[in-house]
């Protein structure tokens, strides 16, 4: 990662979230008003008033506006070829999703050479990054041979710490007679070549993908070899995903668009209060951009807040299902399509989803933190789902320095 050498110094910042609870005006955002924030070595050295503000080597003058810590986004499938535009157009002409389109990118994927699969990266990455997204956890999933989940690891690795495997993305084709063949498969060679470049594990628990019998077979065989664990689950119908999820101590369950009472129970027996001890809450992480591509019911974000889980947003960015890298278009749907409030929705994008990927040097602003930031071009963070579809992301700060 590049650093910066010398100090700098945000100031005239007229609103910051900082994510730090009791902080200012209170409330989870932490919001201070005519702040400054200071950046050492790539980390967040001091944050208070402005006019108390130490001396710096540079400065950059927010002049009134608002500033947020980078954007987390926990979940993105980038590691692939091709692209389903001509399904998108057929969805949107009443055809029905049903992730059948997943083998289609698969193919694509196993023909592309490595160079391909890695500037497609880059560019996804590179577009995040101007939207603001500091964070992102990239799974592999479209190669689904040995070789080629291992492969799709290896490129995710250069450009994120946060590196998923989901070689049971769906049962290839050529297994599809077989699945007991896949999971054994999956869970022996596939996870030994994938593990070394993997900090997580994932599997697409849903009618059609994986049962919760093979979904818990190949969790467990990646736990046992130290990966943390994370589950598609819930998204097109209801099932066992979500307490799947919770019964292995996931970090997050993703989707959660069909949830039972006891699905939301079971998540809300998990929420934990971070600073007492280890992370041992299951994040529920909303995908609206899936639900906005495919014309499908929002999950009900209301319920869960309400029943105390802790929820966090992230962009499902792939070639299919949700072809979108900007966070900021997520906090637009999830105030106006799934009722959270703005404040709910900034820091679901935000400390959720650093919760979602159990780090707490990311999408906070104290002290330690790693000095990723946002400097919007307006105010207040109201203005993300008040503004949608207008680029207000003004500078980004990654590391301490301006990519
Ligand atoms: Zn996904």
New binding site residues.
Partial sequence: MPRDTGSLLVTNIGELVTNVPGTGAGGPLGLRRNAAVLVEDGQVAWVGPARDAPAADRRIDADGAAVLPGFVDS?A?LVFAGDRAAEFAARMAGQPYTGGGIRTTVGATRAAPDDELRATVARLRGEALRQGTTTIEI?SGYGLTVADEARSLRIAAEFTEDTTFLGAHVVPAEYADRPDDYVGMVCGPMLAAAAPYARWIDV?CERGAFDVDHARAILACGQAVGLGVRV?ANQLGPGPGVQLGVELGAASV??CTHLSDADVDALASTTTDWVSGPETTTVATL?PG?EFSTRSPYPDARRLLDAGVTVALAT?C?PGSSYTSSMPFCIALAVREMRMTPAEAVWAATAGGARALRRDDVGVLRPGARADLIVLDAPSHLHLAYRPGVPLIRHVLHNGVMP
């Fill in positions: 979940h499938h799974k697409f598609h993703d989707h995908l899936a499902d792939n």
